[in-house]
């Protein structure tokens, strides 16, 4: 009988943005704005891990990918996140993609399009703006719908419906 052992180099962005999808539910289950994201090294090892937590923490720049990138410098020891992907349920937000630039990170894959806020499609694409020093690769739209879905839960609940 053979054992099957999956391996890191197997496994796929839709692998980690079910695992920013975890995060986005300990997200709401927390109370917060549902999204999630992780911080992927390019031995497909998950080196950081966050979900919104602005009211809880009561920090303004507690955004899930903030805190999932604060958690991979701690981890690996270096703000500069060279080669590795984040995995987040949400278009970046401006901050979020200055940071993800500043932090050096490889590649951004994001479920749900952010129409009022989003920075890489709906309002603008910072990634594109030839004054910047580095190059991030962008995939969009991955399990979108399941990310939309959990927001719009969480709205739906606020607003009593």
Known sequence: MAVYMESRA??????????ALDQARLGLAAGEVP???????????????????PVGGRDPSAHAEIRALRDAG??????????????????????CTGAIIHARLA????????????????????????????RVEVVGGLLASRASRLLREFFAARRGE
């Open 107 to 134: 590649r951004v894959v994001y479920g749900a399009a952010e129409p009022r806020t989003g920075m890489v499609e709906s309002k603008a694409n910072l990634f594109a703006q030839p004054w910047h020093n580095h």
């Open 74 to 95: 701690a981890r690996l020891g270096n703000y500069r996140l060279d080669g590795c992907t984040l995995y987040v349920t949400l278009e970046p937000c401006l901050m």
């Open 10 to 19: 197997l496994r796929s962005d839709e692998f980690y943005m079910h695992r």
């Open 35 to 53: 999204v999630g994201a992780v911080v992927v090294d390019g031995a497909g090892e998950i080196v950081g891990e966050g979900f919104n937590a």
